[in-house]
């Protein structure tokens, strides 16, 4: 039956109508309920998002039927009435798994209603109230024979223990726990504290609690799978921990987070210490690495790292390959989460030992042989990979003795290993390069002698990019857009040509991957003055990408090429630029048209291609001819409309893009001004000037400031009266700025016609009214003063440009305005409010 079959809702409608009616008529046989409890999680699963009225009206029922039957639990029934209830619940809670993973949309109004039915569900086997005293059994709780199921759910060894009715439930509820914190992540910020303890001592059930009474081992794994959900879903939450009582950071659900993140280390490492089984020691083990991943240790009182590490050590050691395999993952995961402690950090995790093939060694020593022997486990090998490249990334100055043997070993057994291992010693070398250690040669650790940095485009990137598989194409293409600038002059012009050849051909590659990596390394490569210089390259990238990989489907390819688009547009700017007569060459009015309609193309849509759109639109139009402009067309005459629309729309970052364009487009002096164009041209000025006075956005303000200083000419203004009201603008906006800085100094407000500062001939007293200029007060009011200097270079522009025309009266006194302007600006300079601005 189709998934949207009219006679598949027809008997889904019918299913829940049955339903409904069970639910309110308690003398109908038990295998009816269950049965349409079935035909009901059927529907939903065969109906999926196409039929939301149905998921919906499931939803109602299923959670209705939740409710009622979750509720007789926690009541005194008879056993055989009891066991009845428990059936039914656990089918409904499959029932409403299958409704969550169909559509989570159905049950979103009931998600207050479902959490409090699988909390019953839960901890109905346990008080709600937790006494000091309370232990919970250690033995498993003795039921009639007819509460077992038929399923065998044990995994140890000998004859497999059955389930009880209420384990079932339990497992149930802990699946659709689990489902429910996937479709619906914020719920867990409300629902966090029934889950998860807070103190040492329980006051009442959570998960944890259910880990120590439960005697399946089938439900204790559930229940720590559940948990693994959780804390993984909790990312935002974990991230609020802080108990250092800091002004700034310091409040009560802090406080009780940071309590929760040092009780669930505390048990964790109590469930690694215990005589826990292999597949719960994993599971303990993936909630702790989650937990790293996401926690801010240096926001904790608690010395929780040390701790962590001290947990982990016994399970490095561990003869079984899952649970050494999952100790090194939480490692690696501290590792990569610690940046700032990571100095710290580097002598403890230097301690940790563990265990490979017997022998038990350092943690550096164990990667060095381990993950390059070919006899070892696949799984472990993968793993100290992963660690190797965390540990470069997070002590780069530390293992400069210890990297140089790594990499040996990375050339030497490269090719007799598998994918997923090369992919892991590309990801080495290229953190090397990421962290500036091969821009230079590092000495072999067996010869002494020097490995140059360039080596491994040749080993690696030349040799094997050509014959691996998609996996290992895309790391290299990866290490390709890592390589820094001094690694690539070093190279010889045969090798840099081959790599920028191979680059292109990976844009055609049949993975969508590889696709992506190649469009990345490309972006990369035109960030290269050696190949911005081959213009040949330039040119050649340029079609590809406008001509091939612009009109693809696929989103992730899409972004990446554009984003190589624009950054090839910047490469062919700098050319035009710097070697115009070579540029001239192969730069001609049919390709930049092509160009031009290619990035006009990447507006409408994604937010990541609008903005490279308009890098690419900015570019092309500012290093336009005359000619080009007059033979492009229609589509080349709407640019600058459709770029001044968006200054004024949209997310702040297509906003900035677009000030930065039209500034490029402004400052083009072969720019035309006259019929449409000026009118154009206006429009443009117009966007700037109302960006500039919408106080919203600072770097947007200053943005457009800088792309109204710009232009060469008046006509780029749209003409002297456009240039005179753009100027009036400008210095309306430059008095209320710095009136604004100087009030914050404490000193008066005043006109523009006022002495804004004291001149140097004045009292040393009203000069002193300046010492409150501080790096405390340069860093609160640092955009403030980028925007004020950009107001004063625009108006130093416009009164350069003013004073070529004939002086009418209106524009003499507006010049003068903006001299006494530029006095003010120098005087604030003098007075030490622009010193030490690294960002200006």
């Not at 232009?711 to 009136?739: F, H, M, R």
């Amino acid at each position: 039956m189709s998934k949207s079959s009219p006679a598949g809702t027809k008997s889904g409608f019918q299913a829940l109508k049955s339903l409904d009616q069970l639910r309110h008529d308690p003398t109908r046989p038990l295998q009816a309920t269950l049965d349409a409890l079935g035909s009901v999680a059927k529907a939903c699963a065969q109906a999926g998002t196409k039929q939301p009225t149905l998921t919906a009206e499931a939803g109602t029922v299923l959670i209705a039927v939740l409710v009622q039957k979750s509720t007789q639990l926690t009541t005194s029934l008879p056993p055989t009435q009891r066991t009845a209830t428990a059936r039914v619940v656990a089918q409904t809670l499959r029932s409403v798994k299958a409704c969550l993973v169909a559509d989570k949309r159905a049950l979103a109004p009931h998600t207050a209603e479902l959490t409090s039915a699988l909390q019953v569900c839960l901890f109905h086997r346990m008080p709600r109230q937790l006494h000091l005293t309370h232990l919970p059994s250690p033995t498993r709780p003795i039921s009639s024979e007819s509460e077992f199921t038929e399923y065998p759910l044990s995994d140890a060894p000998g004859r497999a223990a059955r389930a009880t009715r209420g384990e079932m439930v339990v497992r149930q509820a802990l699946v659709c726990l689990a489902a429910a914190v996937k479709s619906y992540p914020r719920l867990l910020s409300t629902i966090w504290d029934q889950y998860l303890p807070e103190a040492t001592v329980d006051t009442r059930p959570n998960l944890f609690t259910l880990l120590r009474q439960e005697t399946n081992s089938q439900t204790r794994s559930q229940v720590l799978l559940t948990l693994f959900t959780l804390l993984d879903h909790a990312r935002s939450l974990l991230q609020l921990a802080d108990d250092r009582y800091s002004p700034t950071a310091f409040t009560p659900l802090a406080v009780r987070v940071a309590r929760m993140v040092s009780e669930v280390h505390r048990r964790l490492y109590g469930l690694l210490s215990g005589d826990a089984g292999i597949e719960q020691r994993v599971l303990g083990l993936r909630c702790l690495a989650v937990v790293a991943s996401h926690c801010p240790y240096d926001h904790l009182q608690l010395p929780l790292v040390p701790q962590l590490c001290d947990a982990i050590q016994p399970c490095l050691c561990h003869s079984d390959p899952l649970v050494q395999v999952q100790a090194l993952t939480a490692l690696t995961a501290l590792v990569s989460r610690t940046e700032r402690l990571s100095s710290q950090l580097f002598s403890t995790i230097m301690s940790c030992k563990a265990r490979y093939r017997g022998h038990t060694d350092t943690l550096t020593n164990v990667c060095q042989v381990g993950a390059f022997d070919g006899t070892g486990e696949l799984l472990v090998r993968q793993a100290l990979g992963h660690l190797m490249v965390a540990l470069v990334n997070a002590y780069p100055a530390q293992l400069t003795s210890i990297v140089p043997t790594w990499l040996e070993n990375t050339s030497t057994h490269f090719e007799a290993s598998p994918p997923s291992l090369q992919v892991e010693f590309i990801n080495v070398v290229e953190a090397c390069y990421k962290h500036g250690m091969l821009e230079n040669s590092v000495l072999s650790s067996t010869t002494s002698t020097p490995i140059p940095g360039n080596q491994y485009v040749e080993t690696l990137v030349l040799r094997h990019i050509g014959n691996v598989g998609p996996p290992v194409r895309t790391a290299l293409y990866d290490l390709v857009a890592s390589i820094p600038p001094k690694v690539f002059e070093s190279l010889a012009a045969s090798q840099c040509n081959a790599v920028a050849h191979l680059t292109l051909a990976g844009t055609e590659d049949d993975s969508s991957e590889v696709q992506v990596a190649a469009f990345r390394a490309l972006g990369f490569l035109a960030m290269h003055q050696i190949y911005r210089e081959d213009l040949v390259f330039i040119v050649d990238a340029l079609h590809r990408v406008s001509h091939d990989a612009i009109p693809q489907t696929l989103l992730a390819t899409r972004i990446k090429a554009a984003w190589a688009f624009a950054n090839l547009t910047d490469a062919m700017a700098w050319a035009i630029q710097h070697t115009p007569a070579d540029a001239a060459l192969y730069f001609n009015g049919p390709l930049w048209e092509g160009l031009v309609r290619s990035g006009l193309a990447l507006l409408p849509g994604d937010e990541r291609l609008k903005i490279s759109g308009l890098r690419v639109l900015g570019n092309l139009l500012g290093m336009a001819q005359t000619a080009w402009f007059r033979q492009g067309g229609r589509d080349v005459s709407r640019v600058l409309p459709t770029l001044a629309k968006q200054v004024g729309q949209g997310p702040f970052k297509v906003r900035w893009n677009a000030c930065h364009a039209l500034g490029n487009i402004l400052k083009n002096p072969t720019l035309p001004a006259v019929g449409e164009w000026n009118q154009c041209v206006r429009q443009s000025v117009e966007a700037l000037v109302q960006a500039l006075d919408n106080p919203k956005n600072m770097k947007v303000r200053i943005n457009a400031t800088t792309a109204l200083g710009s232009p060469p000419t008046l006509d780029n203004y749209g003409g002297s009266d456009a240039a005179v009201n753009t100027a009036e603008s400008i210095l309306k906006a430059t008095q209320a700025e710095t009136a604004d800085l100087l009030s914050s100094l404490g000193m008066p407000s005043v006109t523009i016609d006022q002495e804004l500062l004291p001149s140097p001939n004045s009292s040393p007293a009203r000069v002193c009214t300046l010492t409150g200029v501080t790096d405390t007060w340069r860093q609160n009011h640092h955009y403030q003063l980028l925007l004020v200097e950009a107001l004063q270079r625009a108006l130093q522009n416009l009164s350069t440009l003013l004073a070529t025309v004939s002086l009418a009266p209106s524009i003499a006194e507006l010049t003068a305005k903006l001299a006494h302007s530029s006095a003010h600006w120098q005087r604030l300079q003098a007075a030490g409010v622009y010193a030490d601005q690294p960002s200006r």
